[in-house]
């Protein structure tokens, strides 16, 4: 019986798809996820299915910096999904968690059956057990999905669920990008995450931490819109370097032009989305970052403040400076090898990565000449190398 009415739905939905395949509208920039993969969905009669599944997941936030969390489809955050406004879909979730589990629909207008609330309207999903979720998404804003279990929240269970408009918004942007935040207490020699923790000394954009993060590379003059959400436990104040920008939407949608305000930090809270769009005017190399200042290192805990001092990363020639009280605080370690085998970072200045820490990325305007040389690099990547000395590349400097 369900499979008939599925059948019926999906032949119906197949054809209102098709129509609105066939009004005129400008084409979407595609949505990019520097650092996250996406989930391709199948077409089944006319319904758009994905197939989830949430497990535990093996990641390196930093060169050397292992991260052992629960995620989906091998990537932590989960991969990212997109369908069209209008669009039917099916979710066929599986759980190779070793507890029960559910994917809450964040944002999504959908019945309370299909929601992911465990015990309101749904069991939960119990460990090797599947469940689908099926839906029509007559909505356009920017979704996410993730567990329904707190402490698996904290495990990293998140991933963007973009619903493209049928319309494209205006003014039609180039660049389209999305970053997840999220923020890990790791202690020494473990790559478990301390899910109860309040204090996290790793932070990252899309699974990242700066500057392992992938920068965005625009050309100059085009119009970028970076959509940034954020699940933890949180509020990150993110300000980009060199430009105002327009807060243009929140999860819940698009706000009309006349609501815009011009911004250059925009404080993302836990479980919101905020949409900012600018016009990449000016060529170089820009940060975006989480302004909090211990969002801007790596490893922090057992690294920065007097209270670390003889812990052996300081120089031991130091008797005068130790009588400027509170020094030591920050420190300049640079070393970009391992970064230089990324196309994106092809041309930055030597050094740039010891100024990179934490929830922290780089947007770079270049020029058409460095657009196409690292259009090459992506073709023909060059080979990675191996890090000189692991221990030194996880501390952060700020700016
Ligand atoms: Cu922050």
New binding site residues.
């Given amino acids: 019986m369900p499979f008939h009415r599925r059948g019926f739905l999906g032949r119906i939905f197949s054809g209102s798809a098709a129509l609105s395949a066939a009004a005129p509208s400008p084409v979407p920039a595609p949505f990019e996820t520097p650092d996250l993969g996406k989930l391709q969905p199948r077409l089944t009669d006319g319904v758009k299915e994905f197939q989830l599944t949430a497990e535990v997941v093996t990641a390196e936030i930093a060169p050397g910096r292992m991260l052992t969390a629960w995620g989906y489809n091998g990537s932590v955050p989960g991969p990212t999904m997109e369908v069209n406004e209008g669009d039917r879909v099916r979710v066929v979730f599986r759980n190779h968690l070793p507890e029960p589990t559910a994917v809450h629909w964040h944002g999504f207008e959908v019945p309370h059956t299909q929601d992911g609330s465990v015990g309101l309207g749904q069991d939960p999903t119990p460990p090797g057990g599947t469940h689908i979720y099926e839906f029509t998404l007559n909505q356009t804003n920017t979704c996410f999905y993730h567990s329904h279990f707190p402490m698996q929240e904290m495990m990293g269970a998140i991933g963007f669920f973009l619903i493209h408009p049928r319309r494209p918004a205006v003014p039609r942007v180039d660049r389209d990008y999305g970053l997840i ?1 999220q ?1 890990w207490d790791l202690r020494p020699n473990n790559p478990v995450p301390n899910s109860l923790a309040m204090e996290f000394n790793w ?1 990252t954009f899309n699974g990242k931490s700066g500057p392992d993060c992938t920068p965005m590379v625009v050309r100059q003059g085009e119009r970028v819109r970076i959509r940034l959400l954020n699940m933890g436990m ?1 509020h ?2 993110v300000h980009l370097h060199g430009f105002q920008f327009m807060m243009t939407a929140t999860e819940g949608g698009r706000l009309p032009e006349a609501l815009w305000y011009p911004q250059n930090t925009v404080l993302v809270g836990v479980a919101q989305v905020r949409e900012i769009e600018f016009e990449a005017k000016y060529l170089g190399e820009w940060m975006l970052h ?3 200042p211990h ?1 801007m290192m790596n490893n922090m805990f057992p690294m920065a403040g007097p209270m670390s001092h003889g812990a052996g990363h300081w120089p031991q020639d130091d008797a005068e400076r130790k009588k400027v009280p509170g020094y030591p605080q920050d420190m300049w370690m640079p070393d970009d090898d391992p970064y230089s085998h990324k196309p994106e970072n092809f041309g930055l200045r030597r050094s740039w990565s010891a100024a990179m820490g934490g ?1 922290m990325t780089l947007l770079r305007v270049v020029t058409p000449e460095t657009y196409a040389k690292i259009e090459e690099l992506r073709r023909n990547p060059p080979p990675r190398k191996a890090p000189s000395n692991p221990h030194e590349h996880h501390q952060g400097g700020a700016k």
Wanted: hydrophobic share 35%; net charge negative.
């Fill in positions: 935040l923020e932070l949180d990150h104040p989480c302004h909090l969002h929830m």
